[in-house]
């Protein structure tokens, strides 16, 4: 597999697990995240989180931690990445594919045979051992 089809794969597995967690624990009656572009509503929240380590040759869109917290009914994501998280084609380094994209994967029945599998992105396999069936996806970035 080529680097930019692992790096995806990558981010699509750390976010199917993260939202696992998220709907399985990671929840709290006292929180109250507002949606106000003021990140500190984060700040002591008990939310399922993913660290990542620095592993990409891009210095813009390498993914460092993702987040998750379900508040009633609300699910909130967050995701902290090095440099920009979806630089332009001029912020784009020489050599590198002008795309940023990342996915949130739902499997929100929990059933492998509905939805949209992850076994395979852009025609490549991704080569995982127990595929998701996503019924929601959230996509940010850009191709």
């Given at each position: 597999?080529?680097?930019?089809?692992?790096?995806?794969?990558?981010?699509?597995?750390?976010?199917?697990?993260?939202?696992?967690?998220?709907?399985?624990?990671?929840?709290?009656?006292?929180?109250?995240?507002?949606?106000?572009?003021?990140?500190?509503?984060?700040?002591?929240?008990?939310?399922?989180t993913v660290d990542d380590a620095?592993?990409?040759?891009?210095?813009?869109?390498?993914?460092?931690?993702?987040?998750?917290?379900?508040?009633?009914?609300?699910?909130?994501?967050?995701?902290?990445?090095?440099?920009?998280?979806?630089?332009?084609?001029?912020?784009?380094?020489?050599?590198?594919?002008?795309?940023?994209y990342y996915h949130w994967m739902?499997?929100?029945?929990?059933?492998?045979?509905?939805?949209?599998?992850?076994?395979?992105?852009?025609?490549?396999?991704?080569?995982?051992?127990?595929?998701?069936?996503?019924d929601l996806v959230v996509q940010?970035?850009?191709?």
């Amino acid at each position: 597999m080529n680097k930019t089809l692992v790096n995806r794969v990558k981010r699509g597995l750390s976010a199917m697990m993260l939202s696992a967690a998220a709907f399985w624990g990671a929840t709290s009656a006292d929180a109250q995240i507002v949606i106000d572009g003021h990140f500190a509503d984060w700040d002591g929240i008990n939310a399922a989180t993913v660290d990542d380590a620095k592993d990409m040759a891009d210095s813009s869109g390498d993914i460092r931690q993702i987040q998750a917290h379900v508040e009633g009914d609300n699910l909130h994501l967050s995701m902290t990445v090095d440099g920009i998280a979806a630089p332009s084609v001029d912020d784009t380094p020489e050599g590198m594919k002008n795309r940023y994209y990342y996915h949130w994967m739902l499997d929100t029945d929990n059933d492998t045979t509905t939805g949209l599998k992850n076994d395979v992105i852009e025609g490549n396999p991704t080569g995982l051992a127990k595929p998701l069936g996503a019924d929601l996806v959230v996509q940010v970035g850009w191709r």
